[in-house]
T-cell receptor
Framework: KAGVTQTPRYLIKTRGQQVTLSCSPISGHRSVSWYQQTPGQGLQFLFEYFSETQRNKGNFPGRFSGRQFSNSRSEMNVSTLELGDSALYLC????????????FGPGTRLTVT | AQTVTQSQPEMSVQEAETVTLSCTYDTSESNYYLFWYKQPPSRQMILVIRQEAYKQQNATENRFSVNFQKAAKSFSLKISDSQLGDTAMYFCAFTVNTGTASKLTFGTGTRLQVTL
């Protein structure tokens, strides 16, 4: 099976702009989670989607939003970008039953200038 | 709230030797899962090993094994016969058994360097 894919891999944006990141889960996986990774804050949970519904949300401002499509692909959007949003954004998918393990994509490196 | 603590920011081990990475966690839950993830310099996060809290037997995956001490809330990772490819950041992670997969809480990571 193909792994989790994320596009784009690298992105440079200017402060104030908005950005959309995309994630395609492993085939058959319906749960998709997003994490932000920074040197200062480490790995932080953003949100989780299952069957097109947000099931869990981390402690991030409303500028961070996401959605999931019927084919389980997910997008996250960050509006009004700030310098502090520069990070590696990781997407992970989970199998439909048991395990609770999450399988991660390669990430999108976002740089805000 | 759940917290995960990794007290060793960096460790070094020689090839073929054994190394143990420490992890402690804090939770009031009784049913949960613990994981070790590896993030090599290429950045792809890889699942190394998983432990269900209700299982007393320590999980093992080839050269990787854990020492799970539920009462002490400790979950250490032992890497035997270390290889150069084991060089990576290692993250301990925790999730509560809610019936469905949900968020992972990560530790701050341990950077492991395997040397010749």
């Amino acid at each position: 099976k193909a792994g989790v894919t994320q596009t784009p891999r690298y992105l440079i944006k200017t402060r104030g702009q908005q950005v959309t990141l995309s994630c395609s889960p492993i085939s058959g996986h319906r749960s998709v989670s997003w994490y932000q990774q920074t040197p200062g804050q480490g790995l932080q949970f953003l949100f989780e989607y299952f069957s097109e519904t947000q099931r869990n949300k981390g402690n991030f401002p409303g500028r961070f939003s996401g959605r999931q499509f019927s084919n389980s692909r997910s997008e996250m959007n960050v509006s009004t970008l700030e310098l502090g949003d520069s990070a590696l954004y990781l997407c992970a998918s989970s199998p439909p039953a048991g395990g609770y393990e999450q399988y991660f994509g390669p990430g999108t490196r976002l740089t805000v200038t | 709230a759940q917290t995960v603590t990794q007290s060793q920011p960096e460790m070094s081990v020689q090839e073929a030797e054994t190394v143990t990475l420490s992890c402690t966690y804090d939770t009031s839950e009784s049913n949960y899962y613990l994981f070790w993830y590896k993030q090599p310099p290429s950045r792809q996060m890889i699942l190394v090993i998983r432990q269900e809290a209700y299982k007393q037997q320590n999980a093992t995956e080839n050269r990787f094994s854990v020492n799970f001490q539920k009462a002490a809330k400790s979950f250490s990772l032992k890497i035997s016969d270390s290889q150069l490819g084991d060089t990576a950041m290692y993250f301990c992670a925790f999730t509560v058994n809610t019936g469905t997969a949900s968020k992972l809480t990560f530790g701050t990571g341990t950077r492991l360097q395997v040397t010749l």
